[in-house]
């Protein structure tokens, strides 16, 4: 079945360090991908997508780069704020999967100033 | 923008109580889900919803029923509440499409504690 594997947390960076978040997937068919964002005390809202393979999906300076020759989706930042600190989920969606979206088990990340 | 809205924030009950959770979307989307989401385990699909009245499990059904009567407010019922099911508990919705593309859209979560 579908699934989605990202690096464990916490990740703890100084402010203006260069992020990457490791996530790599398993779909039966041509799934879509994402990264969704949690900050403290909310719900997930959406950070960026990529629909087929070697989009780039972008927002908010993060970047990540559908891959499908090595199934992943690593979310990256180049520059990264304390208001960044977070936790992130890689998600996917397949129609092979009945359209239900599979989420990764989140990586927390903390920046310090 | 899409708004999702759980009737509480923080909710304390106690084992054997019938518990209610309430979700309301003011998008006219389709589809709508119930997850819980505990440390280590990311998030889990309880049930979910494709139009009113219908209703498939998710992963975890067990011990939990969902109500769905209107378009816009899906109900997420603990039939007898038991310490294994304090947890966060999040509602989303989406918008049907024949493609696999549609971003979910969540709520704030509750914060649901079973003593």
């Known amino acids: 079945g579908n699934s989605v594997t990202q690096m464990e947390g916490p990740v703890t960076l100084s402010e203006e360090a260069f992020l990457t978040i490791n996530c790599t997937y398993t779909?039966?068919?041509?799934?879509?991908l994402f990264w969704y964002v949690q900050y403290p005390g909310e719900g997930l809202q959406l950070l960026l997508k990529?629909?087929?393979?070697?989009d780039k999906g972008s927002n908010k300076g993060f970047e990540a780069t559908y891959r499908k020759e090595t199934t992943s989706f690593h979310l990256e930042k180049g520059s990264v704020q304390v208001s960044d600190s977070a936790v992130y989920f890689c998600?996917?969606?397949?129609?092979?999967?009945?359209?239900?979206?599979?989420f990764g088990a989140g990586t927390r990340l903390f920046v310090k100033a | 923008d899409v708004k999702v809205t759980q009737s509480s924030r923080y909710l304390v009950k106690r084992t054997g109580e019938k518990v209610f959770l309430e979700c309301v979307q003011d998008?006219?989307?389709?589809?709508m889900f119930w997850y819980r989401q505990d440390p280590g385990l990311g998030l889990r699909l309880i049930y979910f919803s494709y139009d009113v009245k219908m209703k498939e499990k998710g992963d975890i059904p067990e011990g939990y029923s969902v109500s769905r009567e209107k378009k816009e407010r899906f109900s997420l019922i603990l039939e007898s509440a038991s310490t294994n099911q304090t947890s966060m508990y999040l509602c989303?919705?989406?918008?049907?499409?024949?493609?696999?593309?549609?971003?979910?859209?969540f709520g704030d979560g509750t914060r649901l504690s079973i003593l």
């Open positions: 998008m006219d989307h389709e589809n």
């Open positions: 990529a629909t087929k393979a070697d």
């Open positions: 989303a919705t989406e918008l049907y499409g024949r493609n696999s593309n549609q971003p979910q859209h």
């Open positions: 998600a996917l969606s397949d129609q092979g999967g009945g359209f239900k979206t599979i």
């Open positions: 779909a039966t068919g041509y799934p879509s």
